[in-house]
């Protein structure tokens, strides 16, 4: 009986045994990955993460457009690195199974690079100090100490030079020295930088295949630097959305597919008005011209609600007093409870939409067109049988918030169902003409074919189509930027548009973040589905 007792006993203290250094070894998995994440430098915007396994390279041997993206020199780097360290038989084991993380950053003004992090356990880690004596054999290598931390310099046989070192259980690389000292440093910092307030380990989907994190707010600039205007409006967006995204790939060949979450960094933004609604239908991309750069849209499901958290907003930001101020005036001059009676006749669709030409035009839809249309008119100065304009600024952002700041006091136009703003006449007239003619970008054989994999229902709707962005697009990027951006080393001329979209799920959206090819139809209407800007691009 004894005997068989300590057995007994000698089993649950081996069971307990096993399962502490499970996950122990677990914990301290997920503690060396985390900590790499947080050796990439804070101004970091996009990263990329996969695990250096075979099946995502047999996954992805065929695809093509890491390379569009990056570009053809980057690629060719890229794939010089794996050749040299990852398909490496001496290299192979210490990086093997480890996660690589690849992140963008700007290196100076219109120049960009990839710094490349991978965590490595003890094993690994002596794995490739002797790997890289290995190396010495086949590659001119240089070394150095700085700060009491080797760093080595490779140089391959067109004369580029890869830097990397080992630092604290994590391989830090980059073509660009300085992006490896910026680790360095940052690998000491043990401050949470990528993800404010939220710990990696909590956001990350450790499961997938591959996973791309953004930080909206980090956007704004590294877009700025490429940019040949002092401050660009079109990167303002991105610095209101104070939030970063955790997404998960799913495979398709000739497109990324990425779904996960978005977290707000702070609650009292603009966006985080949207947490507070349900998810919906967005009718408003029926109404798309085709002639469309891009388009933001926003759904609500409770109007009332948002105009109270609008109100809360404009608290915060001090801008109360001047919205009642002005709202009181107006009604004052035009005897017309502006701020009862505008609410009440606003739908649940709002947005807006640029145009090839770079013009805007804001577009809201009305719950009572007639009743829109009599206060409207008490407010406001017929320029034609059409077109009316505001006679005071700033009523549509005092009731809708950021998406029409720049509409002061626009000219407008109602058709059916939907309010129509914007600064251009010219701009409303085009809207206008497209619409009695049904020219909608919904209605051409590739926006059929990309909308397909996107769902209708959300909160915040962004979209740019690639072609018809051209103009848009030169505008903003610095000239030397732009051809290079036009160039064969790209392959964005390929590419049919980007798709964001998000649905507010309690304290979070949830995101799905879709970039395809241009379609490849036989019967594809090519005249319909894309402007000739050649001549807008000369």
């Not at 300590?6 to 997920?30: D, K, P, R």
């Not at 608290?315 to 009604?331: A, G, T």
């Not at 949830?510 to 005249?527: A, G, R, V």
């Amino acid at each position: 009986m004894r005997k068989i007792i300590i057995t007994i006993s000698l089993l649950i203290i081996a069971a307990f045994a096993t399962a502490w250094l499970y996950f122990n070894n677990i914990s301290s998995s997920e503690s060396t990955t985390e900590k790499a994440f947080n050796t990439i430098p804070a101004d970091a915007s996009l990263i990329f993460e996969y695990k250096n396994e075979t099946s995502f390279y047999d996954i992805f041997k065929d695809f093509t457009l890491f390379e569009a993206v990056l570009g053809q020199n980057i690629s060719k780097h890229l794939t010089a690195l794996k050749n040299t360290f990852i398909d490496n038989t001496s290299f192979n084991d210490a990086l093997s199974t480890s996660e690589l993380y690849f992140s963008v950053h700007q290196t100076a003004k219109n120049q960009a690079d990839v710094l490349i992090i991978a965590p490595l356990n003890n094993k690994q880690l002596e794995s490739s100090q002797e790997s890289i004596q290995n190396l010495k054999q086949k590659f001119k290598i240089e070394e150095k100490v700085l700060n009491k931390t080797t760093s080595y310099t490779l140089t391959f046989n067109n004369q580029s030079k890869f830097y990397f070192t080992l630092a604290k259980n994590v391989w830090i690389g980059s073509f660009n020295e300085n992006l490896v000292q910026k680790a360095l440093l940052e690998s000491s910092n043990k401050k949470q930088k990528f993800f404010k307030g939220e710990s990696f380990s909590s956001v990350r989907n450790k499961n997938a295949i591959a996973n791309l994190y953004i930080n909206y707010p980090n956007l704004a600039p590294f877009l700025a630097g490429f940019s040949k205007k002092d401050k660009p409006a079109e990167t303002e967006n991105l610095k209101t959305f104070p939030a970063f995204s955790s997404l998960n790939i799913n495979y398709q060949k000739n497109a990324f597919m990425f779904s996960g979450i978005t977290e707000l960094e702070q609650k009292g933004s603009y966006p985080a008005l949207f947490l507070n609604q349900q998810s919906g239908k967005c009718t408003l991309l029926d109404l798309v011209p085709f002639d469309a750069a891009s388009y933001l849209f926003y759904l609500v499901s409770n109007q009332q609600t948002f105009q109270q958290d609008l109100n809360a907003l404009f608290e915060k930001r001090k801008e109360r007093n001047k919205k009642n101020s002005q709202l009181q005036n107006i009604s004052q001059r035009h005897s017309i409870n502006i701020e009862k009676e505008f609410p009440l006749v606003l739908g649940k669709e709002f947005g807006c939409i640029q145009v090839a030409s770079g013009n805007k035009i804001g577009i809201i839809k009305t719950n009572n067109t007639g009743r829109l249309s009599f206060i409207l008119s008490t407010i406001s100065t017929p320029i034609n049988s059409k077109i009316s304009r505001f006679d005071d600024s700033d009523i549509l952002y005092y009731h809708l918030g950021d998406p029409f700041k720049g509409f002061r006091r626009p000219y407008y136009a109602i058709i059916e169902n939907h309010l129509l703003v914007s600064n251009s006449m010219q701009a409303l007239h085009g809207f206008l003409q497209n619409y009695e003619e049904q020219n909608f970008l919904s209605r051409t054989d590739r926006n059929l074919q990309f909308q397909q994999y996107l769902s209708n229902q959300g909160n915040i709707f962004y979209f740019l189509h690639n072609s018809n962005a051209k103009a848009v697009i030169k505008s903003y990027l610095n000239s030397k930027v732009n051809q290079q951006f036009k160039s064969d080393n790209f392959g964005w001329k390929n590419i049919y548009g980007i798709s964001v979209q998000f649905s507010a799920d309690k304290d979070k959206f949830f995101t799905n973040l879709y970039m395809s090819k241009i379609p490849e139809l036989e019967d594809t209407n090519t005249q319909a589905d894309s402007l000739l800007l050649d001549s807008l691009l000369k």
